[in-house]
């Protein structure tokens, strides 16, 4: 009988949801650096293979889905990396990709042509809309993931990466992009959030603008602006996410 090796029952118990790649810990988001060593294990006993004319290692093949998964797999080049948890309910649209120690948990639809990075954590219920990226990490094993909480909806375009945390039931606008280099500006409290602040609970974020702040005359004079994110305004128990999106994207 073959010995099952760590890094293969760490693989099996990431499909099952069974552990995890990050955990809430006391109140944050913290990376299970155990679990991200294990998956840097597989990648290392991995050889190269080739199946149905793609080449990647063995050992990280895509994940085959049957009808008592409870996920729906719309065909058309999706694919689930091994590793990666899927929960019931679950809907993927073609064409997305779910890597290595992601996790996807109930009822959350995963537009086409979205990516769910390495280690990335998504809520229950959801919405990652079409062409979503979600940033993945695995090295540095400490780095903490990408985390979108329960009930957040990520509008189409949306690029959100570097480890940044998304609280439950935000709405983020079509076209965002969070990441720990752009700053964003809370507009209904007056104030910047610190630097790698999760986006709080409820809070709906829309693509901004804001001047270059340089002594550059040639900045000024073309009145070049940077990128940033800004928080216009914050859900309440009955607000509707398309509702609240159409009201300030208008």
Not at 71 to 100: C, D, E, F, L, Q
Not at 214 to 236: E, F, H, M, P, W
Request: proline residues 5%; hydrophobic residues 45%; neutral net charge.
């Amino acid at each position: 009988m073959v010995a099952v090796t760590e890094w293969e029952k760490t693989l099996n118990e990431l499909e099952a949801g069974r552990v995890r790649s990050a955990n809430f810990i006391d109140g944050q988001w913290v990376a299970n650096t155990a679990i991200k060593q294990q998956i840097l294990e597989a990648f290392k006993a991995g050889i190269l293979k080739e199946e149905n004319g793609f080449v990647d290692k063995h050992n990280l093949m895509p994940q085959n889905f049957r009808l008592e998964h409870g996920v729906r797999v719309v065909p058309g080049g999706t694919s689930v990396r091994r590793g990666a948890h899927v929960a019931k309910g679950v809907i993927i649209m073609p064409p997305s990709y779910i890597n290595v120690g992601a996790f996807v948990d109930e009822g959350t639809m995963v537009d086409s042509h979205v990516l769910v990075g390495s280690c990335a954590q998504i809520g229950k219920r959801v919405h990652l809309s079409a062409a979503v990226q979600i940033g993945g990490v695995l090295e540095p094993i400490g780095a903490a993931p990408v985390v979108i909480e329960d009930e957040a909806f990520i509008g189409a375009g949306a690029v959100i990466v570097e480890g940044i945390i998304v609280k439950r039931r935000a709405v983020i606008a079509p076209g965002v992009i969070l990441s720990k280099g752009i700053p964003v500006y809370d507009i209904v409290n007056g104030r910047m959030l610190d630097k790698g602040e999760p986006i709080p609970e409820n809070a709906v974020v829309v693509p901004g603008n804001r001047p270059v702040k340089s002594d550059n005359a040639y900045a000024t004079q073309l009145g070049l602006t940077l990128q940033c994110a800004i928080i216009v305004k914050y859900r309440d128990e009955k607000s509707e996410t398309s509702l609240v999106l159409e009201d300030f994207l208008r």
